[in-house]
């Protein structure tokens, strides 16, 4: 696979929560050289499988969502769209985005907002309400009510561009760099022979509450998840209280009560056979990622977060580092095939 390439498609696909069906065909066909099995549910989850050839073999499951922030109109006003939105966007980058309305015909807008030269200054201090914004789509009123019904989701539009040496910027890259790195350890994996059946899982609707890990780790039932997702990245406006990690210095492990420390010792045992780097923070409670509902699923399952450091998180100009992808995608290669002699006893693989 060619990760840059394969980067770029996935993240100026156009697929916000809910609305997946437009990426998850995308990503199975990603997948698929990799896997004896794939499949699309439903509700548009991928999953692909690797067999290890054994009968009632153990899973393990490595996850990552596909779907990203977006809005969703709920409104005409004299051509203009009002709008809501889909997941945790930040009303304070809104004004001046350029947006496509996924439409039957897609439409290209902007989010307006009164120029300043009217302002007052106390407005000027302030981020403008969603409620107050509109999509201007230039088209009257009578065509937006008829070419973009309420219910249409929206998409942010943004360019995909190699940012520096080793980092790219774009939007979606929440999460679906975090796919790519699920696909290339599916990569790694390819013809290496495993000690139980290794799930590779794109989940929709994470930004609307974790919807597709619910139904995909219910479906599936393993014994063990990885769930791969962003964290914040280092930038000069960070607190140092904040557990941040840094571009180009590894993928990032939580300790806390959404992991398994048997999980988590054998990422970490991994990561130093390999010599893989790892930033290890913590996180006392929920990691707000798919791993908080695969751990509760059942009876419940041994589950740990790996993390890919990312700057400007739920904004159309998220930055990774390519290196870190790539880390990543090693380090859920290197568990699979190696988990650790705690999960190895306790799970008799």
Known sequence: MNILDDLERLCTETAPS?????????????????????????????????????????????????????????????????????????????????????SKKRHFGVIGAAAPHGASPESMNKSIPMKDLRIDVGLSQKRAEREIPVGTPVSFRSPFFELGKDCVCSKSL?????????????????????????????????EVGLRGATMTSFAIDPDVCIASDVCQAWTPDCKPTDYIS???????????????????????????????????????????????????????????????????????QEVINLRDLELLGELMAEFALEPGEEVRTCLNI
């Open 246 to 316: 840094k571009l180009g210095e590894g993928p990032r492990m939580p300790i806390g009560a959404n992991v398994a420390p048997a999980v988590a010792h054998g990422i970490t045992a991994a990561a130093a056979e390999k010599r893989i780097p790892v930033q290890i923070t913590v996180s006392p409670s929920r990691t707000g990622t798919d791993a908080w509902a695969v751990q509760t699923q059942r009876e419940g399952i041994a589950t740990a977060v790996l993390s890919l450091p990312l700057r400007y998180m739920h904004t159309p």
């Open 174 to 206: 929440d999460d679906r760099a975090c796919f790519l790195a699920v696909c290339r350890a599916a990569e790694l994996l390819k013809d290496r022979q495993l000690h139980w059946d290794v799930y590779f899982v794109g989940t929709i609707s994470e």
């Open 18 to 102: 809910g609305f997946e069906c437009n990426v998850s065909g995308l990503c199975a066909g990603i997948l698929e050289p990799f896997v004896d099995e794939i499949y699309v549910d439903p509700m548009y989850n991928v999953v692909g499988i690797r067999r290890c050839g054994r009968e009632n073999a153990r899973k393990l499951m490595i996850c990552a969502h596909i779907d990203e922030i977006g809005l969703i109109v709920t409104g005409h006003e004299e051509g203009f769209l009002r709008f809501g939105q889909l997941g945790g966007v930040d009303q304070r980058m809104l004004p001046g985005r350029e947006v496509t309305v996924l």
